[in-house]
C-alpha cells in the first residue's frame, strides 16, 4: 500500500544551498504592479537599502547593487580592481575558488590557485609564505571564497587577512560570501575585506536576480587608478548616485528591491547576531543526525572538523549512485528537494551521484530541519541504506538545548 501511495502533496520543501526558501513576507511584498520609477516611494524606499546592507555585511563602506546574479558580482569586483594582465593569488576549497578566477582569467587577469582540495580550509602558512615570496607585489588580489558552498568548507577570512599582513603585502582581499552572508559569522571591516560579493537568493532569501559588491576605501583607489572600466560594471554611479536612475545604469529591478527591503526587515528585526546563532543551532542539529547515521552507515559528512563546516550548507558522501537515489526517491515521495554535488564530481561519471548538499540558508527554523531531517531519516530506510539509528533524537536533543553537542 505505502509502495502506490505518494506523500508529496501539500508544500514542498527546497533544501538546497541557492536558491533558498523564500518568506511569505517577501513574496507578498513581491506580489504588486510596477511603480513609478522616478520618483515617489520606490525611490524612497530604495534609498534606506544601503544602510540596511551594511549592517548586515558589517561595514561602514560603500556598496553597488547590481541586477545579477553572484557570477554579475564577481565579474564586477574584478573590473573595479582589476586590469588584463594583473595577477591574483585564489586559495581554493571548493568549485566556487575555480569558477571565480575562471572569471578572472576570462579578464585577461593572470591567476595562480592554491588548491587545497575539497576537504580543507586554506592552510594559511601557504598563503603567507606564497605572498611572501612576491617581493615585487605583482600579485595585485588575493580572491578567498568564505564558505565553498561545493565543500561546505567555511574559510576563516579574518585569519587570510592576518596571513596577507604577515607578510606585508599590499594586496587586496576580496571575499565571496555569496553562501555565507546572513548565515555564518562575517565582518567585512573588523575582518579586513577590502572588497565583498555577495548575492541575494541564499542568505537575503530573496529570488536570484539581484547582487551586491561592498567595498572600502582602499579598493575605491584601486578603481581609480585603472585607466577604463566597463561603463556597465562601473561601481562608481552605483555606490554614489547623484539621481536615482544611476544606482542601476537603467531600470531599476523593482519587485527585487521590495523583497530585499521586506528580506532586511526580517533579518534586522530578528538581528544578525541572533541570525547567525539560530544557523548554526540548526547546524548542529543537522550534524548531530549525520553522525548518528553515518555510525555502522555509509553516509559520511564531506567535512570532518565541525569547526571548519559553513552553518549554511552541508555536503555528503553516499556510496554512488545512492546519493542521486535519495534525492529523487525524497522528491517524488516527500515533496523534500535535496541538493546535488555540484563540483564534488564530473557529471555523466558515476561518481556524481555519490555526493548530495543539504542547504539550511536563511528563512529555515527548527521544524524545518527537524522535517529535512525526517524525511532524510525515511529514504534512507524506504532504499535500504544501512544507517545508524537515533539520529532524530539526537537533531532534537540538540534542538531541545538538552545537549548543546
Ligand atoms: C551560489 C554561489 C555562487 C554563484 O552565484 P550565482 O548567483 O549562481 O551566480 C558563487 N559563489 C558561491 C560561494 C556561491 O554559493
Not at 95 to 120: H, K, P, T, Y
Not at 191 to 217: E, H, R
Not at 337 to 358: S, Y
Amino acid at each position: 500500500m505505502r509502495d502506490s501511495v505518494k506523500l508529496s502533496s501539500g508544500r514542498s520543501y527546497l533544501a538546497i544551498p541557492g536558491p533558498s526558501v523564500m518568506p511569505d513576507q517577501v513574496l507578498q511584498a513581491m506580489h504588486r504592479a510596477s511603480p513609478n520609477i522616478y520618483a515617489g516611494e520606490l525611490v524612497d524606499m530604495t534609498n534606506t537599502l544601503p544602510g540596511d546592507l551594511r549592517r548586515v555585511a558589517r561595514t561602514e563602506h560603500h556598496v553597488a547593487i547590481y541586477i545579477a546574479n553572484g557570477h554579475g558580482a564577481w565579474e564586477a569586483a574584478l573590473s573595479n580592481t582589476l586590469q588584463a594582465g594583473d595577477k591574483v593569488l585564489v586559495p581554493a576549497s571548493g568549485r566556487f575558488a575555480f569558477g571565480w578566477s575562471e572569471m578572472a582569467e576570462a579578464l585577461g587577469i593572470e591567476i595562480e590557485v592554491l588548491d587545497f582540495g575539497m576537504q580543507a580550509p586554506f592552510d594559511m602558512d601557504r598563503v603567507a609564505e606564497r605572498l611572501r615570496a612576491d617581493t615585487t607585489h605583482q600579485i595585485k588580489a588575493v580572491l578567498g571564497v568564505h564558505v565553498d558552498t561545493s565543500t561546505s568548507i567555511r574559510n576563516d577570512i579574518s585569519a587570510l587577512r592576518d596571513a596577507m599582513d604577515a607578510a606585508g603585502h599590499p594586496a587586496l582581499l576580496m571575499a565571496d560570501c555569496i553562501a555565507s552572508l546572513g548565515c555564518d559569522r562575517f565582518e567585512m571591516d573588523a575582518w579586513g575585506v577590502d572588497v565583498m560579493v555577495t548575492g541575494c537568493q541564499k542568505g537575503l532569501m530573496v529570488p536570484a536576480g539581484i547582487s551586491f559588491v561592498f567595498f572600502n576605501d582602499k579598493a575605491a583607489e584601486a578603481r581609480s587608478g585603472l585607466a577604463r572600466v566597463s561603463r556597465y560594471w562601473d561601481w562608481v554611479p552605483r555606490a554614489h548616485p547623484e539621481w536615482f536612475y544611476q544606482f542601476f545604469g537603467g531600470t531599476a529591478p523593482t519587485h527585487h528591491l521590495y523583497g530585499l527591503r521586506a528580506a532586511l526587515d526580517l533579518i534586522h528585526a530578528e538581528g544578525i547576531e541572533q541570525v547567525w546563532a539560530r544557523h548554526e543551532i540548526l547546524a548542529h542539529a543537522i550534524w548531530a543526525a549525520c553522525d548518528a547515521w553515518s555510525e555502522g552507515g555509509a553516509l559520511a559528512m564531506n567535512v570532518a572538523d565541525p569547526g571548519l563546516r559553513s552553518h549554511a550548507v552541508t555536503a555528503l558522501r553516499l556510496p554512488s549512485p545512492r546519493a542521486t537515489d535519495l534525492r529523487s526517491w525524497l522528491e517524488e515521495n516527500l515533496g523534500l528537494t535535496l541538493g546535488i554535488g555540484l563540483g564534488m564530481a564530473d557529471p555523466n561519471t558515476p561518481e556524481w551521484h555519490g555526493f548530495f548538499r543539504l542547504g539550511h540558508m536563511g528563512h529555515v527554523n527548527g521544524h524545518m530541519i527537524m522535517g529535512l531531517l525526517g524525511g532524510i531519516d525515511a529514504g534512507l530506510k524506504a532504499l535500504d541504506l544501512p544507517h545508524g539509528r537515533g539520529a532524530l533524537d539526537a537533531a532534537s536533543n540538540v534542538l531541545s538545548g538538552a545537549h548543546s553537542d
